[in-house]
């Protein structure tokens, strides 16, 4: 049940987040749902393909597609309400990235698979979906930028299972793991904390 409750509000966030790209992009009604769908489940579809989870999860669950066209109903209609565009859509998908990266970990437990694996998998499901959609919305792909973004992802999933050698119950390990990613984003962007750049300044 935490685990379901989880992967549905990953599900909502990045819908949000995916909504408020395809608005700002001013596309019409079926474009902001097809971003929203696949911000939403691009990278979920991408770890079952490769872990041969096959029908891939939204196939199995049509509820997943329900909970998307709710969230981007809503989104829409309350979209004057986001006061801080920017704000917003950076809040969702920092929340976004926390959830999913526990849902990537966990189907990667499930699999059999080992920790670095499963944090690989973790790390794929929270960022190829936003990856996705800047595509299609033509904007580079916030994981590429300097923007700390999947190394949180990674430092997160780790954190899951340093937690877990010791008698901690599994569901406040997850808890634990999914708030440390958003603190971490938060305070990375507050502080303008980023990866180092190889590329040389322009000298004037």
């Given amino acids: 049940m935490f685990y379901t409750l989880i992967d549905i509000l990953g599900t909502i966030a990045f819908a949000i987040s995916g909504v408020l790209v395809a608005m700002n992009k001013k596309l019409d009604v079926f474009g902001v749902f097809i971003i929203a769908f696949v911000t939403a489940v691009g990278g979920g579809t991408l770890r079952d393909v490769l872990i041969g989870s096959t029908p891939v999860g939204w196939m199995k669950e049509p509820s997943y597609i329900v909970i998307i066209l709710i969230t981007v109903i809503i989104s829409i209609l309350f979209s004057n309400k986001l006061k801080h565009f920017r704000k917003s859509l950076f809040l969702f998908d920092t929340i976004g990235i926390g959830l999913y990266t526990m849902v990537g970990v966990e189907k990667g437990l499930n699999a059999g698979l080992m920790p670095i694996m499963c944090i690989a998998l973790g790390t794929m499901t929270a960022c190829f979906g936003g990856?996705?959609?800047?595509?299609?919305?033509?904007?580079?792909?916030?994981?590429?930028?300097?923007?700390?973004?999947?190394?949180?992802?990674?430092?997160?999933?780790?954190?899951?299972?340093?937690?877990?050698q010791f008698p901690v119950n599994s569901e406040i390990a997850y808890a634990v793991a999914i708030v440390s990613i958003i603190v971490m984003r938060l305070l990375a962007v507050k502080f303008k904390i980023s990866l180092p750049n190889i590329y040389p300044e322009n000298k004037k």
């Avoid at 033509?138 to 990674?154: D, G, L, M, Q």
Wanted: aromatic share 12%; hydrophobic share 55%.
């Fill in 131 to 164: 990856v996705i959609r800047d595509i299609l919305c033509n904007e580079i792909p916030v994981i590429f930028r300097k923007e700390v973004y999947a190394t949180i992802c990674i430092a997160g999933g780790g954190i899951y299972f340093v937690i877990m």
